[in-house]
């Protein structure tokens, strides 16, 4: 299957971002803004696995959310795949993403994603 981004922008900016924490109470980076001039993220996927029951979100550097709340159970986890051509979008050009939670405890988060105008 190929996917193609809204408007066939190039994938050239792409990646995989990645995070293991021991609190999310407050909101960790999992990529960062400086490679986004003047871009949005699109969110392809996510794996998120937590060691204490909690909700987690992935949010922008100013705590909009860009993803629904995952209420999960102590070594619980989740997995999301976007469906062709609907990613999940941030919503302010110029801001990283972050993971946060509310509990402390162990957790992984993996996320695909492309920068778009």
Do not use: H, R
């Amino acid at each position: 299957m190929t996917y193609f981004p809204p408007q066939s922008t190039p994938m050239t900016d792409s990646g995989v971002g990645k995070l293991d924490s021991a609190d999310v109470t407050t909101a960790q980076s999992i990529v960062g803004a400086g490679a986004v001039a003047a871009k949005k993220y699109y969110i392809t996927s996510i794996i998120l696995s937590v060691a204490a029951t909690g909700t987690y979100w992935i949010e922008d550097d100013d705590a909009v959310q860009v993803t629904g709340k995952f209420s999960l159970a102590a070594k619980g986890g989740v997995s999301w795949a976007a469906p062709k051509d609907t990613p999940l979008a941030s919503t302010t050009v110029n801001k990283g993403l972050k993971v946060k939670g509310t509990v402390a405890g162990v957790i992984g988060c993996t996320i695909t994603y492309y920068l778009a105008a």
